[in-house]
């Protein structure tokens, strides 16, 4: 299962660690400002996504990265349009005469619409992009798998759905059978939609399809994060695409009710927009995340209240 841990304190920026059950690898969205982030957890990375790169969403690109030279591992950073120009920036920025090239790879995949996702490496000591390819997915490994949302935040912001890999169960009780490795062998037939293969149990040989029976399919965890974004339809229309039914999502709610017209302005969203998109988007579960610095503890219950009014209300 996903889990999502919020790096981040209260007036700071936003930083949220996503693990997956049986990993010793994890996911970071966005490199903002987080005192609760470890070494221990930057060094455990194979992938960061960036929505943006605004200043509270990208500051602390460096504190990670200098946690991670050394490593020889190749990291994924997925972020915006442009995203590996500002890397290169930000990386060309310091001197690396005591660091080879074998020292970390960098992968950037730059989305730069829904269809098209343009990979880069980048390695020291000289930073230099080089376009790899070009591919119509975003992001796969043996645990998850990750849609986007181009949203609009006067820039694009990208709003991430983490979906973990289906699941495949034995249904010990019901078989009959002697534990073997014929459990594996069924399984991966049933992955691999090989439903003539033959599978042989204590003597006997079964068609695949005859013993599916056995095994129960369980849909994967899905886990978003939406983050800054303008109220309107445009961005209302990709999240409902995106997000509908997911199991749990963290949105931006920056601004209080009260200061929506701040949220217009800027391109933010406020407490009852964000709870009413979830609704919309019929969410299991939603937490209102990334609210403005200037807001006291009691302003953000005052937020939190009115996100999960909003949420719960019926029609």
């Not at 605004?54 to 915006?80: A, L, T, Y």
């Not at 790899?132 to 912001?157: P, W």
């Not at 445009?234 to 039914?245: C, H, Q």
């Amino acid at each position: 299962m996903l889990q999502a841990e919020i790096k981040s304190l209260l007036r700071e920026d936003i930083s949220i660690l996503i693990k997956t059950t049986n990993s010793g690898k994890h996911y970071l969205y966005d490199c903002g400002e987080a005192s609760l982030l470890t070494v221990k957890e930057i060094q455990s990375l194979s992938a960061v996504f960036i929505s943006h790169t605004h200043i509270d969403h990208f500051s602390n690109f460096d504190g990670i990265f200098r946690h991670q030279i050394g490593s020889g591992e190749k990291i994924v950073i997925c972020g915006p349009k442009n995203i590996h120009h500002q890397i290169e920036s930000r990386l060309k920025s310091y001197t690396w005469n005591l660091v080879d090239e074998n020292a970390i790879e960098y992968e950037i995949r730059e989305i730069v619409s829904e269809e098209e996702i343009n990979v880069y490496r980048i390695r020291p000591p000289y930073w230099k992009p080089e376009l790899v390819t070009t591919q119509n997915f975003l992001f796969e490994d043996e645990y998850v798998n990750v849609d986007f949302a181009i949203l609009d935040h006067k820039t694009d912001s990208i709003a991430y759905l983490f979906k973990e890999k289906d699941s495949v169960t034995f249904n010990e009780n019901g078989s009959g059978f002697k534990k073997g490795k014929w459990i594996g062998e069924l399984k991966a037939a049933f992955e691999n939609d090989q439903s003539e293969k033959e599978i042989e149990i204590e003597g006997t040989v079964y068609k695949a399809f005859d013993l599916f029976r056995l095994l129960t399919k369980n849909a994967g965890y899905r886990l978003g994060v939406i983050m800054d974004h303008a109220v309107c339809e445009s961005n209302y229309d990709k999240l409902k695409t995106v997000f509908k039914r997911a199991d749990m999502v963290y949105i931006e709610t920056f601004y209080k009710d009260e200061d929506q017209e701040f949220a217009k302005i800027n391109y933010h969203s406020f407490a009852s927009a964000s709870g009413k998109i979830m609704k919309d988007c019929q969410v299991k579960e939603s937490v209102p995340i990334h609210f403005s610095r200037r807001y006291t503890e009691n302003d953000v219950t005052e937020i939190e209240t009115a996100f999960y009014k909003a949420f719960s209300e019926t029609n």
